[in-house]
């Protein structure tokens, strides 16, 4: 049997794992290999929106499995347009490009935002602006336009050709943009300090600032989108359009999927060679993910969200008015975070595992909530139970 040593043995220490190793899981619940049973509040970081081993998702992979594996993009495969045709019929889009995850989605937005302005603007037009605080994957280009020290420390030189400035801030943004700025890329609701919306000012200046200047604007949902924030995406809820929209997480529920939406105009800078990926868009995670868009873009099931948003945030309020434990309580659907005054979040991530809940970290003093979209209202409530039980042994 594996154990946390053969962990710490052969695997590259990139992550801080809890001290359980996990068996089998089941909606939003999870079990150890000591058969522990854990509610899970983390939906393997805002990824498995319809729940852990879906029944229905499982019967379209196997049966898929039968049928095509993979291919490759020499070929086409139906699948995949199936999902396309479903993503811009339910979107801005007019094309949709697959890809593995969201920093490939993120790779792809800035190449082709490139591309578009140097091909159809000028040449020296390739500048990108993003904002503090955001998160946009792991390579070298994402943490480039994170531009924060925890993600670039001892990884220079970066990418070049970028600007930072501050999330929210819209006094000052125009000093941010020139004629030479290519995209504008941010999140519409930031998790890196909790749950940060963007102010609808700011968002109003970005979209007069890109006109002015002539930039296409990129909306990262690579956490937001699918439904996890009451919505089929996130920029539904702020009256802006992309030029391009980066996705992933949720999309196929754990089966990895990336990709990018985007329109005629955009895509038709792009030509055959200019970017590619082996495995995006293939069979078994485009048949899952065409089942996922059909269930989660209903009306029904997205105000559903909602009223299980209103169920967290009531609970928290509750625990909140009682015990004076919480700076701050932010959402944004099914996304909850909760920044703690007093008590050590390592310390209280771990007594919720000794406890049987499990809750992601998103600072030093905030804890965030990404469950199951589907997690049912008795888990919800029996999950908080327990939160607040941990935290009053902290205190």
């Known amino acids: 049997m594996i154990n946390a040593n053969d962990y710490s043995n052969y695997m590259v220490p990139f992550y801080a794992p809890a001290d359980f190793i996990v068996k089998k899981a089941k909606g939003s619940l999870v079990w150890s290999a000591n058969n522990k049973k854990y509610i899970d509040f983390t939906g393997g970081i805002a990824v ?15 049966q898929q499995s039968k049928n095509l594996w993979h291919l490759s993009n020499l070929y086409m495969n139906e699948p995949s347009v199936e999902l396309a045709k479903k993503l811009c019929k339910k979107t801005f889009a007019d094309k949709v490009f697959f890809c593995n995850s969201g920093a490939e989605s993120i790779e792809a937005s800035i190449k082709i935002a490139r591309k578009y302005c140097t091909n159809n603007i000028d040449k020296s037009k390739n500048e ?9 994957g792991r390579t070298m280009l994402g943490i480039a336009l994170a531009k924060a020290k925890h993600l670039t420390d001892g990884f220079a030189p970066l990418p070049k050709g970028i600007k930072n400035h501050t999330y929210n801030d819209f006094d000052k943004l125009e000093d941010a943009f020139s004629d030479k700025t290519a995209a504008v890329i941010l999140e519409l609701v930031q998790w890196q300090s909790g749950i940060t919306k963007a102010n609808k000012k700011f968002i109003t200046k970005v ?6 200047y002539n930039a296409l604007v990129i909306i990262d949902e690579v956490q937001s989108g699918v439904g996890r924030t009451g919505t089929f995406f996130a920029y539904e809820q702020f009256n802006i359009a992309p030029d391009i929209l980066c996705f992933a997480k949720g999309m196929a529920n754990g089966f990895p999927i990336g990709g990018i939406l985007t329109s005629d105009k955009i895509s038709d800078s792009m030509t055959v060679g200019s970017h590619g990926t082996t495995f995006g868009g293939g069979p078994i995670a485009c048949a899952i993910g065409s089942r996922v868009v059909d269930i989660i873009s209903k009306k029904a ?4 969200v909602l009223k299980k948003e209103k169920k967290f945030l009531k609970s928290l309020n509750e625990i909140n008015s009682s015990y004076r434990c919480f700076n701050q309580i932010s959402s944004a659907g099914l996304w909850v975070s909760v920044e703690l005054s007093s008590i050590d979040i390592d310390d209280l991530i771990k007594l919720s595992h000794k406890n049987g809940l499990m809750v992601l970290k998103a600072n030093a003093t905030t ?4 469950p199951s979209l589907i ?10 139970e327990i939160f607040k039980k941990s935290i009053l042994q902290l205190q």
């Open 367 to 370: 804890i965030r909530f990404s």
């Open 48 to 62: 498995t929106n319809l729940g852990h081993c879906n029944d229905e998702l499982i019967k379209i992979m196997n």
């Open 128 to 136: 990108i602006l993003s904002f503090t605080s955001s998160f946009h």
């Open 375 to 384: 997690i049912e209202d008795h888990l919800i409530e029996k999950g908080l």
């Open 301 to 304: 099931f997205l105000s559903d």
């Open 207 to 212: 979209k007069q600032l890109s006109k002015k």
